[in-house]
């Protein structure tokens, strides 16, 4: 069966109009998924691609909750439990205002074939909200999340789905949202990863992203006859969890970070970015990323207003490596073209579906690598895997051995969607490469299961 376009017509009218990213998610997967339905009747006959493109089930709620001055606030929950063949629903939530039905279905859809590619018994799922935690106190962070999982708890389970963290959630919020769950339920179990270390969550989780970004990039330069990364300039986007990783990770293998930014604007140091300083701002301070030129006056800080037409201005900085890891749709045709005039020989995406389908394509006709999310991002909700594996077990894993079991698992990724791309006849096409090995997965288990 080849994908027609009646097909997509199918999907787009059993969904909102507006449901854009889920759309630009679903066509990307579909059109590399051709030469897998076309040579096997037997997909079509089980109606794979209608089953995968529609949740299990969504749940969308009313969060009420009180901010400092006593106003009653009224937000809006999800969670989406697209498909869960391989495992429990696994993926995070995400607390930020432009959250919709529509990206929690494209997040949950790139989830099922990411946590297929890790090769571990999870599914995919994903959820959140349009609470935007910018500028709240603790105390008004606590009452959302206590007033989110008043109505979460009763989808969720460490056999069910296990949410995590995503843009907006960290450690902070994860810890209300278990405490109030252990509230309700007077159960002490594993039904969120990325717990804080003192009551169950997993060394090297916060850490996990970003780092296995990095490894996955490693083996995908070793693949392609590179050398790693010592002296290697590096772009990273984004200030938060994944960036701020990502940019460790690039430290510590001798490369030189020079960039990040965050939703108002663009860090450029060229001596290389000075990561406690932004871990002080971003993680601590929850600060603008502005405030880095008062200890850094040689900087430079673009404000988004600055940005170049239609592109952005990171993008736009000469780099070896480039890791896109911020949001959707942050790196545009004119920034891949910037990127390939400039030099760019890599491009890992930390984010999920960072590069827009027209980047991509400019990207990989100019024979710069390219990693796509759902491959190089995996090593967060891979860990948060064993986080449900020492939760199970009631143990508790070194640093060494969570670092050693991250490395090992994205270097198998890279190598799997590698060697599928090969085998499909589009060799060095990690965006096939990983939609068709994380497709056949979840696709054979379902064909296994029955209706
Ligand atoms: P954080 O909330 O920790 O950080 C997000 C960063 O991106 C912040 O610097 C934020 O800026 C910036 N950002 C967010 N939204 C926008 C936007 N619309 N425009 C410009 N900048 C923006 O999130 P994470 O680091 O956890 O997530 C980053 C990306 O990585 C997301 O795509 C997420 O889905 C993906 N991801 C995360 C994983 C995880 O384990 N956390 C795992 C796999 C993928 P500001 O500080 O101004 O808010
Ligand atoms: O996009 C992602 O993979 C995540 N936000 C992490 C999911 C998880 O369950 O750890």
């Not at 939703?263 to 929850?286: A, F, H, P, Q, W």
Request: net charge negative.
């Amino acid at each position: 069966m080849s994908i027609s376009n009646e097909t997509i017509e199918k999907i787009r009218r059993s969904n909102c109009a507006t449901d854009d990213t889920f759309f630009q998610a679903v066509e990307e997967v579909l059109e590399s998924i051709k030469p897998v339905l076309d040579s096997d009747p037997i997909y079509e006959r089980h109606s794979i691609v209608d089953r995968l493109t529609t949740p299990d089930r969504e749940f969308k709620f009313k969060v009420v909750w009180m901010d400092d001055n006593q106003n009653i606030q009224v937000n809006t929950g999800y969670r989406v439990q697209f498909n869960n063949a391989l495992g429990p629903y696994k993926g995070g939530l995400r607390f930020h205002p432009s959250v919709n039905s529509g990206i929690l279905k494209f997040l949950g859809f790139e989830q099922i074939f990411k946590n297929s590619l890790t090769g571990l018994p999870i599914g995919g799922g994903k959820g959140g909200s349009d609470f935007d935690p910018k500028g709240k106190s603790d105390f008004e962070i606590m009452k959302f999340c206590s007033s989110f999982m008043t109505e979460l708890h009763k989808y969720i389970g460490p056999r069910i789905d296990v949410p995590a963290g995503d843009i907006g959630v960290g450690a902070r919020e994860i810890g209300y949202l278990f405490g109030e769950y252990k509230k309700i339920t007077s159960s002490y179990e594993g039904i969120l990863t990325g717990k804080p270390y003192m009551f169950g969550g997993s060394l090297m989780r916060p850490e996990a992203t970003g780092y296995g970004c990095v490894y996955f990039t490693d083996e995908m330069l070793k693949f392609a006859g590179k050398d790693g990364f010592k002296d290697r300039i590096c772009t990273v986007s984004g200030a938060g969890n994944v960036a701020l990783h990502t940019i460790e990770k690039l430290y510590a293998l001798g490369a030189k970070p020079v960039t990040c930014t965050d939703s108002r604007g663009t860090i450029y140091d060229s001596r290389g970015v000075n990561l406690e300083l932004l871990k002080e701002l971003k993680l601590v301070r929850r600060a603008s990323l502005e405030e880095y030129c008062t200890v850094h006056s040689e900087a430079i800080y673009t404000k988004v207003e600055d940005y170049p037409q239609g592109g952005h201005e990171v993008w736009n900085i000469p780099c070896d490596c480039a890791f896109p890891s911020a949001t959707q749709n942050e790196l545009t045709k004119v920034d891949a073209q910037n990127l390939v005039d400039n030099g760019c020989i890599s491009v890992s995406e930390g984010a999920n579906m960072p590069s827009t389908p027209t980047a991509i394509q400019i990207i990989q006709d100019n024979g710069v690598l390219f990693a796509p999310a759902k491959a190089a991002n995996a090593g967060g909700v891979a860990v948060s895997e064993f986080e449900m594996s020492q939760n199970a077990s009631m143990t508790k894993w070194t640093y060494e051995k969570v670092d050693k079991m991250l490395e090992q698992t994205m270097r198998a990724i890279c190598k799997r969607v590698h060697l599928t791309a090969e085998e499909y006849g589009v060799a060095g096409n990690y965006v096939d490469g990983a939609n068709i090995a994380g497709f056949k997965k979840v696709a054979d288990a379902m064909i296994a299961e029955g209706i």
